[in-house]
């Protein structure tokens, strides 16, 4: 715009020295202060941030990567800037789509592909993302606008289409298999699809794209009471596929169409979307930069705090060809993932001796601790904290042991409660 | 800007009437296509929405509120117009309390009370909430600037001010007494404080002024490596105050600011912090809104999805005397509240006969099941679900059950199991 406004004043003084009436001179003094008003109006409409060729761990405030580079020194992760070769794509850019997408392109990743054919409405303000000013627009659009002015490091590819159509499949199918971001990746050309969607059809076409495709995928989901959620991890052939075990309450044999009236909509909430949302991408940072355990399987039921999760196995009588297909493959390939990881396991026994602990040069003095470490020193493990410092609650493997009193009364009873039962037993 | 430029228009349509050299009509051609130009790149300039005077349950595309007025028809909520009456401060605008801020603001919170002293940085852009073209900005003057956008029906009051000065902390106290908002509320001026601090410092003023003004509040935190976090409800004399017991690791007799080292900053992820904000206002709305189990304690421990849950009940040893005040009014207050719950559950036995289920009319058929009824059918409800739906998964305390079939193996081995532990036994 202020291109644009600069012209103007340039044509506004040309046309002066042109005017033969001095008279006239009046007006175009007029419309000269007002371009400078617009002028003044204009620079306070967005500028955006240049983009960083390479990600920097110095700590500046002007750094947008300094906190991330940071979970290296920490000893979280390994190489952190390798999130810049991934990409992931994002089917449904809603509640929970919109929130991972803005979480993955703070973070840095390399490229996203977003999928939505819906558009914005004021009656989606009550989640987080959108803005009141985007109603009307795409939501892949308004997703592009946002995502773009946050960080304009980050590919962005949007895709405004219906993937439950036979020409939004092909579309969508054919933007998986696309490899120009990075030609030397193996299988399609994203690293992970993230399903956010609302409904079991469009979770059954994420399903059929990726067991076609041997892609790893992950699904999400919020109830319609707005108050529970859940992601799981789907590897085709090694894990359930969606139509292997569909989760929650889902709808079969009853076209769920016909379950939604007229008048009613489902209920929804910032915070369960945010927490679904938050969970997924951390289950993605850990599965793209390999740190911690990537969960199988993680609900949220947030009236309770219940956090269940668990591990499906593929179900061999599963109606979905593709995943057939991928079950026998990954059974042929046993030998060759043993032999693998047999391999890998001598070469880092071979190299630990002479290898340094990741967080030798931890800046914090905070460390990761050897689990076996600190159940042998009881939990307490002050060692590794600075002077000053105490940890006021056990880790997490300490508080999933049985209680050490519990123990103890079932030695001391032992004895009377055992004979007591075996009288028991001898009178049937 | 729309009005400047259609003056422009009209200025220009004069002085080419004034013009007696026809050659000089192009000039105004060229300048009035600019400013149309320029009238259609304004039009993309946010507009705000207008306030809504009634939350509306209505089901259509430009209602704000539908998707929450539903938790009511679901039967989560009894009233979920009620948020408008509440005020919540959120002391920390940094990575938990700006996205705590704007999922209440996206809830139509009442009022919302702002405190921080800090500006945004480019180093803040891998969090989400503050966008790069807010750099330079107050943090305050920036959360109000886009929470106004996003719903202007919440009443915001922000204040740039450090609360661990004295000066700060005397804003702090009296901005939580003032009643204004709501002259008729019992107690402070707010419902509920959300500490979003990143220090053990800001978190011991919190915790003093709640325990001088017997005010409820919730605690959050994530950790220096950013991969947990934890929530706290606070009740003065009810619960472990800060000063109780502080939770996880803190600095207990080193200044924690020579903690900090030049160059060094602590690690952050917009998973995590999305996630802890996302759980701390999911137990607000429970607080406030009266429904669920609001929780004690909740901890997330992102390497392994794991969820702590305690409870802590105060220190009678307690360093700070206001809690101890809080803790002696609390105990002399036990007939008082005895004799309230027992009358609350009489009135309750009275008209439970009278009363239909919360859920009578629930268009959806997706009931609260009541957990006994739940246990007697051994987990399947499907009498509560309309045709052709079905729960794939058992309830939550369903889960936390020994599963039937460990059960049953016990009763098979028992006997010679027992008779082998009595024998151990007796050899002693």
Not at 358 to 361: G, T
């Given at each position: 715009m202020e291109v644009e406004l600069k012209e103007m004043l340039d044509d506004l003084q040309s046309l002066r020295q042109s005017l033969s009436d001095p008279t006239l001179h009046a007006s175009i003094d007029k419309l000269q202060s007002c371009v400078d008003h617009l002028t003044h109006l204009a620079k306070s409409v967005p500028v955006r941030r240049s983009k960083v060729k390479d990600m920097s761990a110095e700590v500046v405030d002007s750094n947008p990567y300094s906190r991330l580079m940071a979970l290296q020194r920490m000893g979280i992760v390994e190489n952190y800037e390798r999130i810049r070769e991934f990409s992931v794509a994002i089917v449904g850019i809603g509640g929970v789509g919109s929130v991972a997408a803005e979480m993955l392109t703070r973070c840095g990743i390399g490229r996203l592909l977003l999928y939505d054919y819906d558009k914005v409405e004021l009656a989606n303000m009550n989640r987080l993302f959108f803005r009141p000013e985007q109603v009307g627009m795409t939501k892949t659009d308004a997703a592009v606008q946002t995502l773009s002015d946050i960080n304009p490091d980050v590919v962005l590819e949007s895709y405004t289409l219906n993937i439950t159509t036979v020409q939004g499949f092909e579309t969508f199918m054919s933007s998986l298999r696309n490899k120009t971001f990075c030609p030397s990746k193996e299988g399609s050309g994203v690293d992970l699809v993230l399903s956010c969607v609302d409904n079991y059809e469009a979770r059954m076409v994420v399903n059929q794209a990726c067991n076609e495709l041997n892609q790893t995928w992950m699904e999400s989901g919020v109830s319609e009471d707005a108050v529970s959620g859940h992601i799981q991890l789907l590897i085709p052939g090694e894990t359930a596929c969606f139509a292997c075990a569909p989760p929650l309450v889902v709808a079969s044999g009853v076209d769920e169409r016909t379950l939604k009236r007229e008048g009613v909509c489902a209920a929804s909430l910032p915070t369960t979307m945010g927490v679904v949302a938050g969970l997924l991408v951390q289950n993605t940072l850990k599965f793209l930069l390999k740190f911690g355990h990537v969960s199988p399987y993680l609900g949220y039921s947030s009236l309770k705090d219940y956090f269940p999760t668990m591990a499906m196995k593929p179900n061999p009588?599963?109606?979905?060809a593709a995943c057939l297909e991928r079950q026998k493959e990954y059974i042929l390939a046993k030998p060759a993932r043993d032999a693998e990881a047999k391999a890998k396991m001598e070469a880092e026994a071979s190299t630990a001796a002479a290898d340094l602990p990741?967080?030798?040069?931890n800046e914090w003095n905070i460390s990761v601790v050897d689990d076996s470490g600190l159940e042998s020193t009881g939990g307490t493990s002050s060692d590794a904290l600075p002077e000053g410092l105490i940890h006021e609650l056990p880790s997490a493997d300490e508080f999933q042991k049985p209680p050490a009193s519990e123990a103890l009364d079932t030695g001391i009873v032992d004895l009377e409660d055992l004979r007591r039962q075996l009288e028991a037993l001898n009178a049937d």
């Open positions: 009588q599963c109606s979905n990741l967080h030798a040069d």
